[in-house]
């Protein structure tokens, strides 16, 4: 785990196979979701879960970033019309989407906020199964740790 612009950051691996969720954190905090291919029933799990586990903040990054933007709004809007008890946190979930990759890390880190909820930790969750992008993103990870200040190069 890195601490970054007072937030603590990690990156964990979507994978069907394993507990991936246990690795989440229970308050405070927001999620950027790498996207790739086009996987509803993996973006689904993850905004799931991302909400039952009271997420701040959701960031969609990559190529499906419009497709996971509009699933998490659409699961939140279900939720708070629902006639089944649905978990909704007492605050309002913020979401986004970034087709960069730098600048969807980037704002996630530096940028985002919730005004109903403080953000203390960013969870990078990769849901790619690409291993480029996900090395991509924890070399992002450990720029910013060391200071680097993104610019449109």
Known sequence: MNRIND????FVEFDTSTNW????????WLAIILTKQKNKNYFEEIIRKSIDNNVCFICSVGEQHNLVHDMA???IVLRDVDIEPLHLPDHMIVTTGHEDLKEGVWFGIFTASNEECEIEEVVI???T??????Q???DQIAKFQQGY???ND
Do not use: F, Q, W, Y
């Open 136 to 138: 991509k993103a924890t």
């Open 125 to 127: 969750i990769n849901a």
């Open 21 to 28: 969720a246990s690795n989440l954190p229970s308050d405070n």
């Open 129 to 134: 199964k690409d291993v480029v992008m996900g």
């Open 73 to 75: 709004d659409e699961e």
């Open 7 to 10: 937030r603590n950051v990690r």
């Open 149 to 151: 200040i993104s610019t």
